[in-house]
């Protein structure tokens, strides 16, 4: 093993981490170079953010050193974490955000006026016109890629020298993605270095220059640069072997019996069968509008939805899933698990809607058991809270609550955020499934690969929320998504 | 054994289907607090015998049940709405109302269990008020029952004019000391009946586990579907229900309304309620902790009395065992 070397602003080596019984690091390797931009790649519960947590101070690691700019004491600003949105305070401005955490003495007086210019200066490097014109805007009001630019403009004014990024794409636009992109790389041209976490191979390839892989908590490819990986050789050293195996050619499900839907609204006219998927592409605005008014949960009155042909208006989401309106969103903790209840009540909480009961019985238990084997979902007991599942198996569980009864209509929002590709593909033979009992699908997504593959038709919202086209099978292509989206590269 | 979703089974030769373990396990592990909180009042009890043998005298076990079954029945209305992550801090302020209302109705010559009823509805009536608010107006749980705790509390006052009442109906003691089971004292049995039909309610109803669902991620609740309003207004409506009902079983035992009987209720209950292992951000908690958290109350106050502690110190040992309980809640949740 080399020496601590003065190019590496980071080395983890042999790092160890153990939760009760369960070790989920074991000899976990990671070094990173000064100004490079690397890639931590592995699947749910390979204990990507187990390292991650190590490395920021958020958990004590059980074993294995860590040395920040080759020292063990590393000043505990050199690393930062930039957290989806919530690290930052939505009532003060974006100045007041970049500067007040760094101050420690909360004695003195805050120089606001050269502090306010610090901020400047730091988000100027990032973003110009961000800089001059929302400085003094309260974050709440500036837009979620915005927020992201705020904290690494945080992070930099606090001396931050290596930047830890968790799936932080999970929420932008393609061109917003392609700009925080060409952000990393600028600073990476300046010596500080970026650690991302992603699980879209695309992106990864177009921003990261090397790669390291967990799997099982151990480093299995250590810095190896992207271009001597070829992406079959990178889910193969994931583990997921097969994942890749492209589905038999996906024919256009034909299920017997079911509902067909129907959808109106400016610009679309659309009848799905039972069994048919429809994608939604583009900025989230145009498709969460409609998405939300087709679960009820806030409705937009220029669409309307009519099921076998009977007009349905639903105000509230009660309405929709007595109706057999299915929903699950990729936002797991806002939008979808019960924390605090055990696995058994988040499975089964839909079916006790959609049927009216009253009791929650003892066939629960067997129902919840056999969803949890269909979707061979790994838990200890149908007991245990959600939150002891990895972020792709807790998808799956809010899936499983739809198998049931299988829902007339069943909405997807961003279904495989966050999920590696082994358990994407689970969700898809999934969704197919339900597909082919008869329901009809609606799913939004920002990944264009996916919605190219699984979708019978796509509809694609421009920049401003407004339906730009509707795509049928046959024309069905990224490029195609791109052009109509307006996200393209 | 069932068929895998084709697909989904990405590696068989790992899976392992969730096993669940035995109905005695499952209760022993989801009972862990509430069973330690027994041990834990056992043991005080012990403690309090060393310095005053009559501590575990059949008497002193009776007191101790007399005077905890209106924190009781007030905890558990409480838990209610703490499990919904919300708050009521009104239930005392309804507490004082509800005995002056029942006062003024029984000395004005009306007929007990009519009086009863009567008293009752104020709960009801303070109940919805907090309801109406946090459900249809949207204002925050805290705001709305402090609002309802201070002109409660006043009316509590004003009705009389401060003047406390006496209780001369010869058959009002019968709602805490009859017994409708024989052998069983009236206050035992309610306490009884209503953490019982609770517990039940919320494991067992799908409206229980409702509530417990609203408590853990409102916004996922409504988007399931889950009436989260009505839960919402039923829980605030039965917590003003159940402080009524604590009032008149105190009213029925002490015979004499004063416009400050609850005053100190209301934080004792929440504390029954942390100390029973519920969490203030709702979804978690028993109405059995809930009930063995207000005899844990009671039974250090009866101790410090035993002991000869001078009673100003009982808030100290109360907060210091609030801390205590928190404290073991807190680390046994960071090993698991």
């Not at chain 2, 000391?177 to 019982?196: H, K, M, T």
Request: with cysteine.
């Amino acid at each position: 093993m080399s020496a601590s070397s003065p190019d590496f602003i980071l080395e983890a080596v042999d790092i160890e981490k153990s939760f009760g019984a369960t070790s989920v690091l074991r000899r976990a390797d990671l070094r990173i170079a000064r100004g490079e931009i690397h890639a931590l790649l592995g699947g749910n519960g390979a204990g990507k953010s187990t390292l991650i947590r190590i490395l920021c101070g958020l958990l004590r690691r059980d074993g294995g050193t860590l040395r920040v700019d080759g020292q063990e004491e590393a000043s505990p600003n050199a690393i930062a974490v930039v957290f989806q949105e919530l690290a930052l305070l939505p009532h003060m401005t974006v100045a007041e955000n970049i500067y007040l955490p760094h101050r420690h003495r909360g004695l003195e007086r805050v120089r606001a006026a050269e502090r306010r210019e610090e901020a400047r200066a730091a988000l100027a490097q990032i973003d110009e016109t961000l800089a001059r014109e929302a400085l003094d805007t309260p974050v709440a009001e500036i837009d979620l890629h915005q927020r992201q630019l705020v904290e690494i403009a945080r992070a930099l004014s606090s001396g931050a020298r290596l930047l830890l990024l968790d799936e932080p794409t999970a929420n932008l636009t393609f061109a917003e993605s392609e700009r925080l992109f060409s952000i990393l790389r600028r600073l990476a041209s300046r010596g500080i270095a970026t650690l991302i976490v992603s699980h879209r191979m695309n992106e990864i390839r177009a921003v990261a220059d090397v790669c390291t892989i967990l799997r099982d908590g151990r480093t299995v490819v250590n810095r190896q640069p992207l271009t001597e990986l070829s992406d079959a050789a990178i889910v193969e050293a994931m583990g997921q072997k097969g994942a890749m195996r492209a589905e038999t050619a996906h024919a256009a499900i034909r299920a017997t019996a079911g509902t067909t839907v129907s959808i109106e609204g400016p610009g679309l006219s659309v009848t799905l069968p039972p069994g048919s998927v429809l994608g939604l592409a583009g900025a989230p605005g145009g498709p969460s509008r409609l998405i939300d008014t087709l679960i009820g949960a806030n409705t937009d009155l220029h669409w309307r939805i009519a099921m076998d042909g009977a007009l349905r208006h639903f105000a509230v989401p009660a309405e929709a899933v007595r109706q057999g309106v299915g929903y699950v969103s990729g936002d797991r903790a806002e939008k979808g698990l019960l924390v605090t209840l055990p696995i058994l009540d988040n499975v089964v909480a839909a079916a006790r809607i959609a049927g009216r009961r009253w009791f929650a019985g003892r066939r629960e238990a067997r129902v919840t058991q056999d969803a949890l084997e269909r979707l061979a979902i790994k838990a200890g007991s149908i007991d245990d809270s959600p939150l002891t599942l990895s972020g792709g198996t807790q998808q799956k569980l809010l899936l499983a609550r739809w198998l049931e009864r299988i829902p007339r209509l069943l909405v997807l929002e961003e279904p495989t955020r966050g999920v590696d590709i082994g358990t994407k593909r689970e969700i898809y033979a999934i969704i197919r499934d339900m597909a082919a009992r008869g329901a009809v699908v609606v799913w939004w997504s920002t990944e264009f690969s996916e919605l190219t593959e699984i979708c019978d038709r796509i509809v694609a919202f421009d920049l401003r929320g407004t339906v730009s086209g509707v795509i049928e099978a046959g024309n069905i292509s990224e490029v195609a998504l791109a052009r109509a989206t307006g996200m393209a590269a | 054994m069932t068929d895998t979703i084709a697909g989904a089974h990405r590696d068989a030769d790992s899976y392992h289907a969730p096993r669940r373990a035995s109905l005695g396990v499952r209760l022993l592990r989801s009972y862990r607090t509430e069973i330690a909180i027994a041990v834990a009042i056992i043991l005080i009890e012990l403690v309090v015998s060393l310095w005053s043998p009559q501590a575990l005298s059949y008497g002193n076990i009776a007191n101790i049940a007399q005077a905890s079954a209106p924190l009781i029945l007030m905890s558990l209305g409480v838990f209610l709405v703490i499990a919904t992550s919300g708050i009521d801090l009104s239930v005392g302020s309804t507490f004082s109302l509800t005995g002056m209302i029942a006062g003024l109705a029984l000395s004005g010559g009306m007929a007990w269990p009519l009086a009863c009823f009567v008293a009752l509805g104020v709960g009801l009536v303070v109940g919805a008020i907090n309801g109406g608010l946090v459900t249809f107006v949207g204002l925050a749980p805290f705001v709305v029952t402090l609002i309802t705790f201070a002109v409660g509390g006043s009316l509590a006052f004003v009705v009389t004019d401060g003047h406390s009442i006496a209780i001369l109906d010869p058959d009002f003691w019968r709602l805490n000391g009859g017994e409708l089971v024989p052998g069983l004292a009236n206050y035992v049995l309610f306490c009884i009946v209503a953490v019982a039909a609770l517990e039940f309610a919320l494991r067992k109803l799908v409206l229980g586990r409702w509530i417990y669902a609203i408590g853990s991620n409102d916004k996922a609740a409504r988007l399931l579907g889950i009436p989260v309003w009505a839960v919402r207004f039923g829980v605030y409506a039965a917590s003003g229900l159940f402080a009524s009902f604590a009032s008149l079983i105190s009213l029925s035992y002490i015979s004499n309304s004063e416009a400050t009987s609850g005053a100190n209720m209301m934080l004792q209950a929440i504390a029954a309620c942390v100390i029973g292992g519920a969490s203030l951000f709702g979804g978690t908690g028993s109405a059995i902790g809930a009930m063995l958290g207000a005899v844990m109350i009671t039974v250090i106050q009866n101790g410090v009395n035993l002991i000869g502690i001078n009673s100003f110190w009982q808030g100290s040992v109360t907060g210091l065992v609030i801390l205590i309980a928190v404290l073991i809640d807190r680390l046994t949740k960071m090993r698991a």
